[in-house]
């Protein structure tokens, strides 16, 4: 047996009892709330740190420094009170606020219902979004025989597409495909810092949920463009404006999406991403931002940043 | 009239090769309206998880699963923990294992709740041998690993098993399921709202399992709403297949507890 030193008076530092440095050292503070039509149903905060070295991680909810640790919850409690005007304007709602300072980044999101229709937004544009979600479910819907028309990805919906057939493959390490000539696909860090997906580079950014977690290579924020895309519009198509969520099956490079508001309903497109690609007929425009994506991988939940311009695909269902 | 509930836990868990120790105390508060939480600081002194046998686990099943195979996902974890709630104390230690062997286009998914990997050894050997899938059996049996995944949801009788407690330190009684609210709450962070759930669940048996009919040993997907997909090893092969839940015409009860839910028991059902 080994490592039955009492939790009262054991260290933090790692093993070789050198001092964490800025490098090995994660530190967050997480304010959530979730409020249900004007109603605080659900309120947490969270803190610890987790120091790194030599591939092992040692967490605990307590940060070691108290400037620091003053420094993040402030800075969370200041934002939260933001988010909380913001949340009561929206009061026929489900709407969870959460905020994250850690040591290396900040964010703030807003995660809105409406009618089991869901999107997440960085807090700055929370008001907007609230008010296209509302005039996304006043769409009408037709009737159309699904896989028979092109498809138009409005709103920056296609980045949903594209973050898990560019996005995750290059995350897992799949060879990068043919894709248009035109599409640029690239990963943003907070800093600046950028990948090439569609070279198949990784994300520069190493992201975790918690202070619990195991740190990866993830998206931060996904930016689709289009250099002089052929674009014309079918005159029978289907308009995408919504996607619910998607999946990215590594072992078969299947891609799940499924869209929650469109033209025709809602409807669940499943291909590979070399059909995927082979789909992509013409773009316009810049990239608009999509109303946000909560990527999951290996149970660890992270907010991407998406935009994409309007994407024309051609029927891949 | 609120509710107090806290927890301290130690943990040490490999995640692929990385040894994770985690230390961690939280409170949780609610009253009619709201939840809420937040960390403790004061740490109770517990016992440190065995970081040696996790690793030694992690091992092992490393040792199992060889090329062509790919250890797509391991997790093993031994955990400490301390809750009190509403004045009630108690106590537990946890293991848990997660794990995922591809061998591509298929997945075979495993959860214990013990560092004993017969099954992993099992389901490995089998996924060395798989064929391209096929159309499930007429009949299949669910091996225990299987069957408990399925058992909150399968339509047969069943019962709740006696515990010491549940997520809010009430005694956990043993009576058939109903179909009606649970009596106990499970709690599986202190930061999660606890719901209502039925604890450790058991198949009640009843007919007989065919031990000769194709067996389904390992699931390759969660468990759908209408389908399953199991790794099906039928004489000399094996294969995948997708099996629509249907009626179950025969089940027993083992005595391996696995961690789906707030708890079930080996179940080896026979469709």
Known sequence: ?317 | MSELYRKWGRSVRREGSRLVRVDEAGEAMENRTTFRTQPIEDMLELEAPDAEAVQAAAREIESIVKPPLILERLFVSEGSIAHECDGVRWSETLRRVHVAIARPPIRALVDLAEFQFDAVKRIASALLRAGGERDAPKRIRLAENVGAALLSSAKIQKTQSAWPHDGKGQQVIERRVENEEPPNWFRPSYRMRPRRAWFHLRAAPFGRIDDAVPEGIALLAPIGERFISVLCIDGNRVFPTTVPIRRIAAARATETWFPYGAGAFGAELMF
């Not at chain 1, 959530?32 to 909810?61: H, K, P, T």
């Not at chain 1, 200041?78 to 980044?105: C, F, H, N, Q, Y």
């Not at chain 1, 769409?139 to 699904?146: C, G, N, V």
């Not at chain 1, 689709?224 to 999946?247: T, W």
């Open chain 1, 1 to 317: 047996m080994v490592d039955r030193t009492p939790l009262a008076v054991r260290r933090p530092d790692p093993a070789d009892g050198q001092r964490p440095t800025a490098n090995d050292l994660f530190a967050m503070v997480r304010r959530d709330e979730l409020w249900v039509r004007g109603v605080l149903e659900e309120s947490r905060i969270n803190y610890g740190q987790a120091v790194e070295r030599s591939g092992e991680i040692i967490a605990r909810n307590r940060i070691d420094d108290p400037t620091a640790l003053a420094r993040l919850r402030d800075a969370c409690e200041e934002e939260m009170g933001r988010v909380r005007k913001l949340i009561r304007a929206m009061p026929d709602a489900r709407v969870r606020g959460v905020v994250t300072a850690t040591s290396e980044d900040f964010e703030s999101t807003v995660a809105i219902t409406l009618d089991g229709v869901s999107i997440v937004t960085p807090h700055q544009s929370a008001s907007a979004d609230y008010d296209r979600l509302k005039s996304f479910l006043q769409l009408s819907t037709r009737h159309s025989a699904l896989g028979t028309l092109p498809m138009v990805w409005r709103n920056g919906s296609a980045a949903v597409l594209l973050h898990e057939a560019i996005g995750h493959a290059a995350e897992h390490g799949h060879a990068p495909l043919a894709w248009p000539g035109w599409l640029r696909a690239r990963d943003e860090t907070r800093d600046g810092r950028s990948a090439d997906l569609i070279a198949g580079e990784l994300p520069r950014a190493t992201r975790r949920e918690s202070f619990r977690d195991v740190p990866m290579r993830r998206m931060t924020n996904l930016i689709i463009e289009q250099a002089n895309a052929p674009f014309a519009l079918p005159e029978e198509r289907m308009e995408v404006h919504l996607v619910a969520g998607g999946a990215y099956e590594p072992l078969t490079e299947i891609v799940t999406i499924n869209v929650a508001i469109s033209d025709i309903g809602p409807f669940t497109i499943r291909a590979s991403r070399a059909a995927i690609a082979r789909s992509l007929i013409g773009a316009t425009g810049d990239p608009l931002r999509y109303p946000g994506v909560i990527c999951s991988r290996e149970a660890q939940e992270l907010y991407v940043g998406s935009s994409a311009p309007v994407i024309i695909t051609s029927e891949i269902l």
